[in-house]
């Protein structure tokens, strides 16, 4: 079993900036993807952004030149810098990881965080 805890949600104001992390643990052979994805309210949950384990990384077009993700592939963390910050950032950010389990069972699986809100007042 995999649990990844997030840290670093909050109350911002607009413009200003924070900095989300996540930290893997449990059964983990090796991580592939990791990434952040978010839910504002009413809407559906949303690709903020994935970085493979070889650190190519993937933006959704609204947080492109603002957010930076980067990971620790010896620690199993990812993070997420946020700067200029939005109103429409608002909403709870979930970290998510595809693990393999076992080197000797060629098979992956998805695991998500709890989640961690993110506030950002105009």
């Known amino acids: 079993q995999v649990r990844l805890v997030e840290s670093g949600g909050g109350l911002v104001q607009a413009g200003g900036s924070l900095r989300l992390s996540c930290a893997a643990s449990?059964?983990?052979?090796?991580?592939?993807?990791m990434g952040w994805y978010r839910q504002a309210p009413g809407k559906q949950r949303e690709l903020v952004a994935t970085i493979s384990s070889g650190g190519g990384t993937n933006y959704a077009d609204s947080v492109k030149a603002r957010f930076t993700i980067s990971r620790d592939n010896a620690r199993n963390t990812v993070h997420l810098q946020m700067n200029s910050l939005k109103p429409e950032d608002t909403g709870v950010y979930y970290c998510?990881?595809?693990?393999?389990?076992?080197?000797?069972?060629?098979?992956?699986?998805?695991?998500w965080g709890q989640g961690t809100q993110v506030t950002v007042s105009s």
């Open positions: 449990g059964t983990i052979f090796v991580s592939n993807t």
């Open positions: 998510y990881c595809n693990v393999r389990p076992s080197g000797a069972i060629p098979k992956a699986y998805d695991y």
